[in-house]
């Protein structure tokens, strides 16, 4: 049960993400931002690797 919650956990996290991505590419260019949004995604999928079985879907979403 706690693998599936954390699985679920990182693809909420996911998505939370992907709005400021898309928050980010509506307004003006700021490349801290885009620094740390893209940091923040290597270690999203760094996470999502680390479960013990990984999704590859959610992988998937996070690079989309």
């Not at 290597?42 to 996070?62: H, S």
Request: include cysteine; hydrophobic fraction near 40%.
């Amino acid at each position: 049960m706690s693998g599936h919650m954390s699985k679920f956990a990182l693809l909420c996290h996911a998505a939370r993400l992907l709005g400021q991505v898309l928050q980010y590419l509506s307004g003006p260019v700021d490349d801290e931002v885009e620094m740390q949004l893209d940091r923040t995604l290597q270690a999203m999928v760094t996470a999502c690797l680390e479960v013990e079985n990984p999704d590859y879907d959610q992988i998937t979403f996070i690079y989309r």
